[in-house]
């Protein structure tokens, strides 16, 4: 890999997730944050496929985050997102860290208090190239069929 440091990686996962935290447009984000290697980008956000469109599928390249984003962005909305426990491995150029906000379903309005954690991989550039994602898939389904309590 490459010599890039644990705190170069850290400074750029926190300016990341800044960003969405305050809702920066995706067009941005990809921008600021993501490769300039557009072909190397992929978004994965964990889950079973049938619970919400955008689980369970590769988003690859420019179009594919964008498209991750479009779809997501049709679905919910969020506030109050804040991150903490940052863990860097340099050697890998890999960041995982945890994070909260409320969610919200557009279509029936139903809000849940989410935990999730990222997992970001950088390029040689300290520039995400893969973005995973593992959040709370059965709350984001019931909450599209309104069925939270």
Known sequence: MSSITRQSLLKASESFCTAFASQAPPSEILTKHFTQNCNDIIVFEHGLPRLAPFLGREYKGKDGFLDYFQTIGEQLSYKDMRFSDYLVDAEVRKVSVRGEAVF?????????????????????DARVKTYEIWADSGAAYLASRGELS
Do not use: A, C, M, P
């Open 104 to 124: 919200t379903n557009k279509k029936t309005g139903q809000s849940w208090d989410e935990v999730f954690r990222y997992v970001l991989e950088f390029d040689e």
